[in-house]
């Protein structure tokens, strides 16, 4: 199981989830400009959640998306935030 979570893995997961948020913010405002089925806001969250916060904020910037909701301006970059701190709090420990 140590195997598995080395610190090579963890950066690639990060780096994964995040292109991926940045990717699926990138969807769900394409689908938006579309009238199509839109991705849950509940899982653009879960995504930030998981470690995808860096590229979740990023996509709403850069695609203008979910700007004018709050939740998500302040949300998306307070989870980042969180996850950050706790990121350094155990890493220098």
Known sequence: ?????????????????????FFIMWLDKRKAKKGAWRIPEKTLFII???GGGIGTTAGMFVFHHKTQKIQF?????????LEIVTILYFWLK
Do not use: H, K, R
């Not at 301006?73 to 935030?81: A, D, E, K, Q, V």
């Open 1 to 21: 199981m140590q195997e598995i979570f080395t610190w090579q893995n963890i950066v690639i997961y990060f780096i994964v989830i995040n292109l991926f948020g």
């Open 73 to 81: 301006l302040i949300g998306f970059p307070f989870i980042t935030i």
């Open 48 to 50: 930030t959640a998981i």
